[in-house]
């Protein structure tokens, strides 16, 4: 495989993309964009999944949203008006017309499959051959409804400090941000070790300005401007081929996953029994046999 990376001008700002082509790149074999989560993550994390190109002889795309990572800089500082769906669809737009990303496919990872759905719903999604749903949602509350439910998973003292300080509105105490980081733990992802891919131990620019400004302050209690996020009445709108996926310790909890592919017409769901929130993560190999399969299906 081959890898190139680059820039591309946005707002008078920057979005680096990354291309991985296989070898030998088969007829009829359309790219897949790789939509990451946050907002204010980074593309680190989907680089386990760079074997796909030559396994299926087909380029994969991906790139750090604005905020974030690699397309970030200092100029970005203070602007939290940026941080909102627009800003992201729009530069979404400009990726796919400045990399000549015509006919897609197109997997989204938590806030990154909020964005695939509403660049299928609201932007018309001319191209895409299918989507990749993957650890996302439909809908804000009932994402935040299930992340409380999840509280019983919790020591008494946790919940006790994630019900008093969601009342008081005063997380940043270091009751809270204990009982957050294991929370997060049970349901998203463990710290890196040495025997993690390089992609997950390697040091990264996080985008927390955006994640405050868009989501808030954490998983269970959605306060910013994609709080009303809203989709689920319109899945059925849903027009592409539809592959929903989600890991049994997952932030998408099955509930979650489900309204998805009960809502959206002919979708197809994929359970990952023991995963959490990056299922690519933590079982690659059936992940990648998956896509592969799905991709193959559906050019």
Partial sequence: MHISEGYLPFLGHQTHWRVVEPDEELPGRAPLVLLHGGPGSTHNYFEVLDGLADLDGRRLVMYDQLGCGLSWDDGLAGHDELWRADTWLDEFDALRAGLGLERIHLLGQSWGGMLALMHLLDRGGVGVRSVVLSSTLASASLWGSEGHRRL??????????????????RFDTPE????????????????????????????????????????????????????????????????????????????????VAKQLADGIPGARWELFEGCRHACFVEDTPRYLAMLREWLDEND
């Fill in 152 to 169: 019983r998973y919790l020591g008494a003292d946790e919940r006790r400090t994630m019900e008093e300080t969601e009342r008081s509105g």
């Fill in 176 to 255: 809270f941000r204990a009982a957050e980081a294991r929370y997060l733990e049970l349901f998203c992802a463990g710290e890196p070790d040495e025997s993690s891919p390089e992609c997950l131990r390697r040091p990264k620019r996080t985008g927390r300005e955006s994640y405050l400004a868009a989501w808030g302050d954490n998983e269970l209690m959605p306060s910013g401007t994609l709080a009303g996020f809203e989709y689920a009445g319109r899945l059925k709108e849903v027009r592409c081929p539809a592959l929903v996926v989600s890991g049994t310790q997952d932030l998408c909890s099955p509930l």
